[in-house]
Nanobody, 114 residues
Framework: VQLQASGGGLVQAGGSLRLSCAAA????????MGWYRQAPGKQRELVAA???????NYADSAKGRFTISRDSAKNTVYLQMNSLKPEDTAVYYC?????????WGQGTEVTVSS
């Protein structure tokens, strides 16, 4: 299974970005798709996740600003990020979970300037 993430970039504070992550390969019954991020010198943290039935959960820092969605037919997960802040600067990684398996994308960099 390969995950291809895209959509990162440089944006000013208050701006928006939309991240996409497409999964390809031998994919069966994806239970959960999510986005994590890792800022320099910090641990990787969950930003948002969505289950196969559409249940979502968000980090407190993302609530009200970010929206996660998925297109199950395309095995793709999206993260719409609005009202971006400099503290959102990080490398964002997509993640998918199947029963007993977990896969990570290569990361896409998001930089928010003040």
């Amino acid at each position: 299974v390969q995950l291809q993430a895209s959509g990162g970039g440089l944006v000013q504070a208050g701006g928006s970005l939309r991240l996409s992550c497409a999964a390809a390969g031998s994919i069966f019954r994806i239970n959960r798709m999510g986005w994590y991020r890792q800022a320099p010198g910090k641990q990787r943290e969950l930003v948002a996740a969505i289950t196969s039935v559409g249940t979502t959960n968000y980090a407190d820092s993302a609530k009200g600003r970010f929206t996660i969605s998925r297109d199950s037919a395309k095995n793709t997960v999206y993260l719409q990020m609005n009202s971006l802040k400099p503290e959102d600067t990080a490398v964002y990684y997509c993640n998918i979970q199947q029963i007993g398996l977990e896969y990570w994308g290569q990361g896409t960099e998001v930089t928010v300037s003040s």
